[in-house]
């Protein structure tokens, strides 16, 4: 499981209410085809007799993949009777008429199914409209660089195990870097040209032995000393409130301590626990929920971990020594570590980066 989240703090715009989507009921798959065909037909003046077969062609590649991930998404064949939805529909076969790419007209279809799940956010609707107008622009090599950029900023594994938590990470950056990744600045001046990052030339962006270890306190924090005083208080404080002592594990990155394992301090009130029951006449094991009270005491534990700077500059280097033994994310920051420039990515290549990411790995959550 990946969480996600901004390599910066603080609210970068305000979401708005848009009013509520209207549609007629009763849409079915027959009527969506008809409806996506209706406005194929409204394209055919724009071109001639030759260019229109490739463009068919094209738009037929397009609907063979939209159509099985939107009845796949409850409600989301209703949208064709959505006049905003109908006319991103025939933005978006324009856009296929004019990509010989085949990888587009997946990506075409992902950003249609985010603009459903999207439809009452004007500020998602402004980025997928315009992300769907430069499907057919934007290079490979920029498109890569553009989805890697945005998995760093993005996604970050939920695993409270340190060497789990970096597989997964391994495994997501080796299907999104499916290509070559892109170095210099053209590829930067590329996407800057099509709006979908800012560039900025003072400073830098933080290296990954810095970013990383920021994001991912919960692997990186000292912990609390094997048989020290603070050792006994968070036994005291585990077993006053029914938790089990197994919930402080040997730190993987110094043998000396003891963790919480979470990788990041604010997914403690998520910890799963596990309590069996007999059910039916069998032994079942079922999640249960941390109370309040609980939450309260981890945290209480966190609060007894080690502040001491050299252990967790040493716990930072084996981390990023491990890092190095995946083949994938060593090969991110060889790349992430020579990006010439600051790059903020902007509303419509955040959605069209998502979607393009979500291409490569199913798996991966819904944007925000």
Partial sequence: MMSKQSQKGGSQSTNLQADQMVVHMGIDEKRAREVFQEMNRQLRQDYTHEAFEIANARISEFEKSLMPKMEKVEGALEAFADPSFQLLLVDAQKTAASTERPADYDLLSELLVHRFQKSDNRIARAGISLAVEIVDKISDEALLGLTVAHAVNSFFPVAGDIDKGLDVLNDLFGKVIYGKLPVGHEWLDHLDILNTVRLNSFGSLKKVQQYYPENLPGYIDVGIEKGSENHVKALEILDANHLPRVLLIDHSLNSDYLRIPVSNRDQI????????????????????????????????IYNLYSQNDGVKQSNINSFMDEWKKRPNLNALK???????????????????????????????????
């Fill in 334 to 368: 060889k790349w992430w570590d020579n990006i010439p420039l600051i790059l903020t990515i902007t509303s419509a290549g955040k959605v069209l980066a998502h979607s393009n990411a979500q291409r490569c790995d199913k798996n991966l959550p819904p944007m925000n």
């Fill in 269 to 300: 009130d998520s910890i799963p626990l596990q309590k069996t029951i007999l059910q039916e006449g069998s032994i079942v094991i079922v999640p249960v929920k941390l109370t309040g009270s609980q939450v309260e005491a981890i945290n209480s």
